[in-house]
């Protein structure tokens, strides 16, 4: 079975972290760039970090620039997104998405697989 799946999320105090993991089953991720997306509450969703298929190229929204880490292990078929100083502006669901590349403005348009998404909370 093809899947995408997004894995640790949950609930963190303001200036806390988590480490994020979207491991692929079914398919090779290494072909792939893939990116992080979120969706907060009544928002649009949208693109918080990319990384290209060989690690070359990242991309990181303003919003978690210096505070977010994207990275990728594609021998564990897995991706991650290491995210710091946690704000309330943060809270919402995440989702990776698969793209051919990860472009110096982010994940290139068409997506190729989605995952379910987990969400991350960030609250005192």
């Known amino acids: 079975q093809v899947q995408l799946v997004e894995s640790g999320g949950g609930l963190v105090q303001p200036g806390g972290s988590l480490r994020l993991s979207c491991a692929a089953s079914?398919?090779?991720?290494?072909?792939?760039?893939v990116g992080w997306f979120r969706q907060a509450p009544g928002k649009e969703r949208e693109e918080v970090s990319c990384?290209?298929?060989?690690?070359?190229?990242?991309y990181y929204a303003d919003s978690a620039k210096g505070r977010f880490t994207i990275s990728r292990d594609n021998a564990e078929k897995t991706v991650y997104l290491q995210m710091n100083s946690l704000q309330p502006e943060d809270t919402g669901i995440y989702y990776c998405?698969?793209?051919?590349?990860?472009?110096?403005?982010?994940?290139?348009?068409?997506?190729?697989?989605w995952g379910q998404g987990t969400q991350v909370t960030v609250s005192s």
């Open positions: 079914g398919f090779t991720l290494s072909y792939y760039a």
């Open positions: 998405a698969t793209a051919l590349v990860c472009l110096d403005y982010g994940l290139d348009d068409r997506r190729y697989h």
């Open positions: 990384i290209a298929s060989n690690s070359r190229r990242t």
